[in-house]
């Protein structure tokens, strides 16, 4: 287990994404994953309020304050995430009724961009873990359709599992645009994918 381990550590440093994501002061490779689906999409402009959800160790955070000018943005996450410039942060469990009432207060008004990189702890066993991962995204995805507005923007990981049909079905009901999108500095041997969603048909 532990020799395991070690190669990954070892085969993660070696990671071309690793290394940029380190050199231009990124706390994660994540980060590359956020600059290169709005490269595709293009859905960050001036003056947005975004919501960040799994926020932890912050690199989306980063990326969405180096995109929007005067923007608004409140990242969550169950970890601790140390500060950002420009972001707000809430600990805690997005699916709670507690945390959601907080998001509610914090915006005051509808969101233009729902950002989810959520994922569980790995257990070891795929189908549970992307079955998790699952019902993170169907969170996300609820919280979105009640808090965003009629033009707004749902970007979530979604992994090729058990639940992905549902929520590409309730999503394409939902949104008038939606593309299933793998960037190519998210990792080829992943189950990960993202969903990216544009103008809510149904509230
Ligand atoms: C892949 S990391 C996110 C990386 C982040 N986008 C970045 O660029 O730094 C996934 C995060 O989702 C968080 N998470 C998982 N379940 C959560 C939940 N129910 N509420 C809030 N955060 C959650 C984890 O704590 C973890 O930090």
């Known amino acids: 287990m532990k020799k395991k ?13 690793f290394k940029k994501s380190k050199i231009e002061g990124f706390r994660s490779r994540s ?9 595709k999409f293009k859905f960050f402009k001036k003056n947005l309020s975004i919501l960040d959800l799994g926020s932890y160790p912050g690199g989306w955070s980063q990326v969405a304050n180096k995109e929007v000018i005067n923007g608004k943005i409140l990242a969550v996450d169950i970890k601790k995430m140390e ?14 009724k507690t945390i959601y009432n907080k998001i509610i207060f914090y915006f005051n008004n509808k969101v233009d961009v729902v950002l989810s990189d959520a994922a569980a702890n790995t257990t070891g066993n795929k189908t549970l873990d ?7 995204c169907l969170n996300a995805f609820n919280l979105a359709k009640k808090i965003l507005n009629k033009d707004g923007i749902f970007l979530s990981k979604i992994f090729m599992g058990s639940t992905f049909k549902e929520i590409n079905k309730k999503a394409k009901m939902c949104f008038k645009k939606v593309v299933i999108y793998k960037p190519l500095s998210s990792k080829k041997e992943s189950k990960e994918i993202y969903i990216y ?3 809510i048909l149904k509230i």
């Open 83 to 96: 500060k950002v410039d420009n972001v707000d942060f809430i600990k805690g469990d997005f699916g709670e």
């Open 197 to 199: 969603c544009k103008g």
């Open 5 to 17: 381990s070690n190669n990954w550590v070892a085969k993660h440093k070696k990671d071309q994404f």
């Open 130 to 136: 992307s079955y998790r991962t699952g019902e993170l």
């Open 31 to 39: 980060a590359f994953k956020l600059i290169e689906m709005n490269k």
